[in-house]
Nanobody
Framework: VQLQASGGGLVQAGGSLRLSCAAFGRTFGMGWFRQVPGKEREFVGGISYGGRTTSYSDSVKGRFTISRDNARDTLWLQMNSLKPEDTAVYYC???????????????WGQGTQVTVSS
């Protein structure tokens, strides 16, 4: 399984961005993580294989939305009301299990930079 994330960029605080993740190969549960230099990778949110179940970290709940289209092998992360503390490299991930929880994940994309200016 290969994952390719895209859609990052520079946005002002309060703005929005949508990240995409193209999956090449069979995926089941998927999710998004983020990481800033010097810190551990943080779970942002996950989605089950069928898309009916999602989970989010408290820091993004109500602002970020995860969705997927299995027919197009694509995962999205819609990020609204962005804050400077959302600045990070965002990674998409996939697992061999079906669930939406924070871990473990088996496959990782290369990351896309999101920078939120104040």
């Amino acid at each position: 399984v290969q994952l390719q994330a895209s859609g990052g960029g520079l946005v002002q605080a309060g703005g929005s961005l949508r990240l995409s993740c193209a999956a090449f190969g069979r995926t089941f549960g998927m999710g998004w993580f983020r990481q800033v230099p010097g810190k551990e990778r943080e779970f942002v949110g996950g989605i089950s294989y069928g898309g009916r179940t999602t989970s989010y970290s408290d820091s993004v709940k109500g602002r970020f939305t995860i969705s997927r289209d299995n027919a197009r092998d694509t995962l999205w992360l819609q990020m609204n009301s962005l804050k400077p503390e959302d600045t990070a490299v965002y990674y998409c991930a996939a697992r061999n299990g079906l669930g939406s929880g924070p871990g473990p994940f088996d496959y990782w994309g290369q990351g896309t930079q999101v920078t939120v200016s104040s």
